[in-house]
Nanobody, 125 residues
Framework: QLQLVESGGGLVQPGGSLRLSCAASGFTLDEYAMGWFRQAPGKEREGVLCISASGSSTNYANSAKGRFTISRDTAKNTVYLQMNSLKPEDTGVYYC??????????????????WGQGTRVTVSS
């Protein structure tokens, strides 16, 4: 059974770091691209980063450039989102999602067929 379970969210001070995890089951990461999305309070969900089935990353959010990185551990079938230099505007619920394809492409939600339940990140002093 396909399942995506995010973890690692929490409260962090501005300038701090967090690493989110997305444990996948029911498929293997070398078959599908995986994305991280986030939804800030009162805003639409937006794509953050994507990693292809071959391990190449694609940035979706200009605000994340240079601060966030996506990686994966195929042995653990887990995708990570390392977030550094966090800002209050990074606050939101972060979701991982499995894309329908092996390549990343555009961050269209319709191209991501399976989603986790989300993990909340709050950046505040």
């Amino acid at each position: 059974q396909l399942q995506l379970v995010e973890s690692g969210g929490g409260l962090v001070q501005p300038g701090g770091s967090l690493r989110l995890s997305c444990a996948a089951s029911g498929f293997t990461l070398d078959e599908y691209a995986m994305g991280w999305f986030r939804q800030a309070p009162g805003k639409e969900r937006e794509g953050v980063l994507c990693i292809s089935a071959s391990g190449s990353s694609t940035n979706y959010a200009n605000s994340a450039k240079g601060r966030f990185t996506i990686s994966r551990d195929t042995a653990k079938n887990t995708v990570y989102l390392q977030m550094n230099s966090l800002k209050p505007e990074d606050t939101g619920v972060y979701y991982c999602a499995r894309r329908l394809y092996s390549l990343c492409g555009l961050p269209r939600e319709a191209d991501f067929g399976s989603w986790g339940q989300g993990t909340r990140v709050t950046v505040s002093s």
